[in-house]
C-alpha cells in the first residue's frame, strides 16, 4: 500500500527517479528551457526550486563565507555537476553576469513555468517527409521564441511541455505602487 507516500514514482525505481530528476534539472539549469512530460515537469519543479532558494541565500551570505559554503556544499550535494553549481552561485565564468541565484535575489518563489504544448506529442505530422520537423513559434515577456518540435519514436501520448526558468523581475513588478488610504468619517 502507498499510504502516505505523495512523491511519483514514474515506473522507475527510486535511484532510476533521483538521477532522472537530477539530470532534468541539470538540463534546464543549463539551457534555460527543456521540452518534458507534464508529468516529469510536475516532479522535477519542486525540486528546482529548492535549488534556486538555497542558491539564493548562498548569494546573500556572499560575505559570511561558511554559510556561503555551507548552500554551495548543499546544492551540490544534490546535483552533483560542478559547472551547474558554479552558475547557480555566479562563479567561474559566471562572475560577471550574476548566475542564476543572483537574477532572482528579489523573487519570492515562481522561478519556473510549464507551458502546454498540446494534448498528445506532436512529431513528424502525417503524410509531410521524414525531414520536415514542425516548429512552434510563441511569444514570452516580450521575446519571439521558437521551438522545434521532435516527432516520438515510442508511440506514446504523454503531453509535452516547455519546463522553463522565468527571465526574472519584470518592471511592472519592481514599481512599488502607492498605497491609497481611506478614512473613515465619524458621525
Partial sequence: MRHRKREKHLGRTSSHRKALRRNLAINLFMYGRIVTTKEKAKFVRPFVERLITLAKKGVSKKEDRVMYIHYYRQVLSRLNNKEV????????????TGGIGHRYIER???????????GSRMGVLTGSSVGDIPELEYKMEGFQRKLRLVGNRLGDNASQVVFELVEGVREEEKEIQPKVSVSKEKK
Avoid at 553549481?85 to 560577471?96: D, H, I, Q, Y
Avoid at 519570492?108 to 498540446?118: A, D, E, F, K, V
Fill in 108 to 118: 519570492c518563489g515562481g522561478y519556473t513555468r510549464i507551458l502546454r504544448l498540446s
Fill in 85 to 96: 553549481v558554479r552558475k547557480l552561485f555566479g562563479e567561474g565564468k559566471w562572475r560577471e
